[in-house]
């Protein structure tokens, strides 16, 4: 609770920079508990801090409350009955520690995520909607790793409790500094997104650019590159309104992170263009990429308020627009210019199509719906 309320300072400082957002570091607690207690005195302390957290942020529904309290729960149980088989809580710590206790607390670690972030993931994919992909269901990686260090850093502060549980006090700042370097990075990461589509901004987006730019540089390889617009976008604002249009943007955005790699880099240049960064992509993987990315966009069925009620969005369709290092421009600027000529080739000839910028000065490349 102390940890709690020293962090309610810094995340007021965070919410100022970039907005909501929230960070969750009671795992530290939370472990450190279901080593040193008996089942329900892990339970008590669950469901204090989770009460503190309601009386802290009361807009948060109850049952979400009550999901959250029961994941941990479930997950403490199956710690708790794994670490039984070496004497269970309480009991791990002596005057020494053997190889055989370190052993169990990480596989006691492993338990606990692994059955944390399964219920959790069946939550997202009982109510996720058609076509969710994988990642999203199981969330992000560097949360995860987020979360993984706190149970080891829990796991040693229950080394500490068992010696003298004024060691605590120890503790306590450690943990604020790690919430606030943690915060800190959200805020970076805030400030190269694009708030309506969840992608790179262009500031963003060309600082990965360059990154990528210098190791293909190194390594002396290709990469791809392409522009990506939506057809007729002003229609749909026009017809349906403008919260209706930010619903397109969005669903375009996730029609094209979902068929990119997860280390390619997806941006939004303002408007109803994006542009993809593909490290290791030659001219021909670059179109079928491009490809995939147009045929999904015609798929679409977006659903947005229109008037007070739902309406579905259809017949959408983007041009795109391909260039690739180094042929196209031996720095990023050039390469944009490439493929944003190719994308105006692309609408000029019809829209709906992908063209490569090499094909520009040669008979066009169009591939048609």
């Known amino acids: 609770m102390a940890h709690t309320e020293l962090a309610r300072g810094i995340e007021r400082s965070r919410r100022e920079l970039a907005g909501p957002g929230h960070v969750d570091l009671a795992s530290v607690w939370l472990f450190a508990g279901v080593l040193v207690l008996p089942v329900p005195l892990t339970a008590a302390l669950i469901t204090l801090v989770y009460i503190h957290y309601q009386l802290r942020n009361p807009f948060v529904a109850w049952h979400r409350r009550l999901f959250g309290m029961g994941v941990l729960m479930l997950s403490a149980a199956a710690t708790t009955g794994l670490l039984s088989l070496v004497g269970g809580p309480g009991h791990l710590f002596g005057p020494t520690v053997d190889a055989v206790t370190v052993l169990a607390i990480i596989a006691g670690i492993v338990v606990y995520a692994v059955v944390d972030v399964a219920l959790i993931a069946g939550r997202v994919a009982l109510y996720a909607t058609p076509g969710v992909t994988v990642r999203k269901v199981f969330g992000d990686l560097s949360k995860h790793m987020l979360e993984i260090s706190t149970l080891f850093y829990g796991a040693l ?55 990528e730019r210098s190791r293909a540089l190194r390594a002396n390889e290709g990469f791809g590159l392409l522009m990506v617009d939506l057809d007729h976008f002003k ?135």
Do not use: C
Request: zero cysteines; hydrophobic letters at 45%.
């Open 157 to 211: 502060l229950a080394f500490a409790l068992s010696y003298s549980p004024a060691l605590v006090v120890l503790a306590l700042p450690p943990v604020l500094m790690l919430h606030r370097s943690v915060l800190l990075k959200q805020v970076e990461e805030k400030a190269s997104k694009d708030s309506k589509t969840g992608l790179f901004n262009s500031e963003g987006w060309h600082r990965r650019a360059g990154r």
């Open 235 to 369: 229609k749909v604002n026009d017809t349906y309104g403008h919260v209706a249009g930010d619903a397109v943007l969005k669903a375009v955005a996730d029609a094209i992170s979902g068929e990119v790699r997860d280390y390619d880099s997806v941006g939004r240049f303002g408007g109803e263009e994006f542009v993809v960064l593909l490290p290791g992509m030659t001219e021909d993987d670059g179109v079928g990429v491009a490809e995939r990315i147009r045929h999904a966009v015609t798929q679409l069925a977006v659903e947005a308020p229109v008037e007070g009620r739902t309406t579905v969005i259809r017949n959408l369709s983007a041009s795109i627009g391909v260039s690739t290092f180094p042929s196209a421009g031996d720095d990023i600027e050039p390469l944009l210019l490439a493929a944003d000529a190719a994308l105006y080739e692309a609408k000029n000839t019809g829209r709906n199509r992908v063209v490569s910028w090499t094909r520009l000065r040669k008979p066009v490349l169009a591939i048609a719906a």
